[in-house]
């Protein structure tokens, strides 16, 4: 609307055409449809016959928009109003055509394109307070609903009266539908898109309400009632009786109950065993410990259970699509706090495996977690692929930014998949190495294992190498000759480790990533099981 009342003041070149003007946008502010229109840079329509409209009505709308200059590139939005001045029509720009799809500049995808416009035009149709939103058809479908869903995404849950959604905004979010016949990738955006969003929730809900206890009371709600899914919540009791040597100690220092969520996912035969295992890092609050952070951006450490967000809400579009796979998930959920009966440095922790652990650094207690986490479900379900997701390390932060996801993996097999999926999803991923020499910087003088490097350097990478202690097996001994640990596919289950300390948050509106926690890999994780699934039927 904005961009229709600046266009509207530069042509005002009599009184006649800006009384003209202003009722064309007065009137665009009363009308309470809208309508996401996809417009090429050739200012071809995409979509328009699908969704019902005539020659005539396209060859206005095309009117418009060469009146008002758009240019329709990618990622442009322009708002215009139908002839009957009873709908806002968002004219997305999908750039360059070729072969009825949108190209755009090196390295980006026609589903991202189309993602991004889509999300742009809802965006920009909800500011005009519309009650409903049409979708007209634009390819691919599944990443036009991602968008569409992903964009409707906001945070309000603590705001009361005018402070919600801003002053006078209307209650609830706008109906979207697509128009023209019904899609199973339109269905499956929408589960996809949702899985996100429920992963930014749990990610942006205040650590006094995402407890250990909250966070297993939200997803039992989530995931019990789908279809093959069975999801349990353990107690400390059942932690010691595991043998949770480091969930323990990390839980110690505070007085919210640590939880073990264990979901279950039966796609396929039980006599097909576990395909894929996730373990996702479940930190509700995390203040470093005695390792005590510093308090710029501690707010962002609510979302420290990223790796569990995603993980669980993964596992829920997974059901949701009925992929045929068997799929377990695990969180282990604690605070890291400070307090008289907090794990202090240079404590030494028995962990799950036997291995004893140094701490060395209290602020490195992610992979103390994990660890126990890991050699559980590999132990208890015997999975083919295993795949663990957390904010680990600030490392990582400083090598990719907030824009990928580094992953460790010595599966070169389980690295095509992810990659794959990264490509699908528009998810970026970036492979990081795994190496003899981050396994002997974890050497301890009076343990088995650090649980830190003992140099200031490589810190995402030592953290890796930490993790694959718990999956492959203890590697304590130092070989002879330091090698590459990137190509061994007979380590078996294969595993990959994602580090997501980067994209955990969104530090600004864009297209349809909202600022704040990102819920990030989720879609990644959805595709990967996708291919999985295919992958043991070949």
């Not at 609903?145 to 801003?166: C, H, I, P």
């Not at 279809?227 to 505070?254: F, I, N, P, T, Y």
């Not at 995390?286 to 259970?305: E, I, N």
Request: charged share 20%; net charge neutral.
């Amino acid at each position: 609307m904005q961009l229709l009342v600046g266009s509207c003041a530069r042509r005002a070149a009599s009184a006649a055409a800006r009384r003209g003007f202003s009722s064309a946008c007065w009137a665009q502010q009363a009308a309470k449809a809208g309508l996401v229109l996809g417009m090429f840079s050739s200012h071809k329509l995409a979509g328009a016959s699908a969704a019902g409209l005539g020659d005539a009505q396209q060859q206005a709308i095309v009117a418009k928009a060469r009146a008002l200059g758009f240019a329709a590139k990618a990622g442009q939005v322009q708002t215009v109003l139908s002839d009957d001045l009873a709908q806002q029509i968002a004219l997305v720009g999908l750039g360059a055509e070729e072969e009825g799809g949108a190209v755009g500049a090196s390295g980006t995808t026609a589903s991202e394109i189309v993602r991004t416009a889509v999300a742009s035009g809802v965006r920009q149709l909800q500011s005009g307070k519309v009650a409903s939103i049409d979708i007209a058809p634009l390819l691919p479908l599944q990443a036009a609903a991602e968008g569409a869903a992903l964009a409707q995404y906001t945070f309000d849950a603590f705001k009361s009266g005018q402070g919600r959604n801003g002053a006078g905004a209307q209650e609830g979010p706008a109906e979207v539908r697509l128009l023209g016949a019904e899609s199973d990738a339109w269905g499956a955006g929408s589960v996809c898109g949702a899985a996100q969003n429920l992963a930014r929730d749990l990610m942006n809900t205040p650590a006094n309400h995402m407890t250990p206890i909250g966070f297993a009371r939200r997803v039992e709600a989530e995931l019990s009632g789908l279809s093959g899914v069975e999801v349990r919540a353990h107690d400390r009791a059942w932690a010691e009786e595991q043998r949770m040597g480091g969930l323990l100690a990390v839980s110690k220092g505070s007085d919210e109950p640590l939880r073990f969520v264990e979901i279950a996912y039966q796609g396929a035969a039980p006599s097909a065993g576990v395909a894929l295992a996730l373990v996702g890092k479940g930190i509700t609050f995390d203040t470093g410990g005695y390792s005590l952070k510093t308090g710029r951006h501690m707010d962002l450490m609510k979302g420290d259970m990223g790796g569990g967000a995603t993980v669980a809400a993964a596992v829920k579009a997974i059901a949701q699509l009925r992929l045929p796979i068997n799929v377990v998930a695990v969180v282990p959920l604690c605070e890291n706090m400070i307090s008289g009966g907090a794990a202090k440095v240079s404590d030494v922790y028995t962990s799950r495996a036997g291995l004893t652990v140094e701490i060395m650094n209290t602020d490195a207690e992610g992979r103390i977690v994990l660890a126990d986490a890991l050699h559980y479900v590999i132990e208890a379900h015997r999975p083919r692929a295993v795949v663990d997701v957390a904010t680990l390390t600030g490392a990582m932060v400083v090598a990719l930014g907030e824009r990928y996801t580094g992953v460790f993996t010595p599966s070169p097999s389980l690295w095509g998949a992810i990659a794959e999926a990264s490509e699908a999803t528009d998810e970026p991923v970036w492979r990081m190495p795994l190496h003899d020499a981050w396994d002997a910087m974890l050497k301890s003088p009076v343990a088995d294992l650090s649980n830190i490097g003992n140099r200031a350097e490589a810190g995402a990478c030592t953290a890796a190498a930490f993790l694959r202690q718990f999956v492959h097996g203890p590697r304590l001994a130092t070989p002879a000759v330091l090698r590459d640990q990137n190509s061994d596919e007979e380590a078996q289950p294969r595993w990959a480790h994602l580090d997501i300390a980067g994209p955990m948050e969104a530090s600004a509106t864009t297209g349809y990533h909202q600022k704040g926690m990102s819920g990030r890999p989720t879609r990644l994780l959805i595709d990967l099981a996708r291919r999985l699934a295919a992958e043991a039927r070949s």
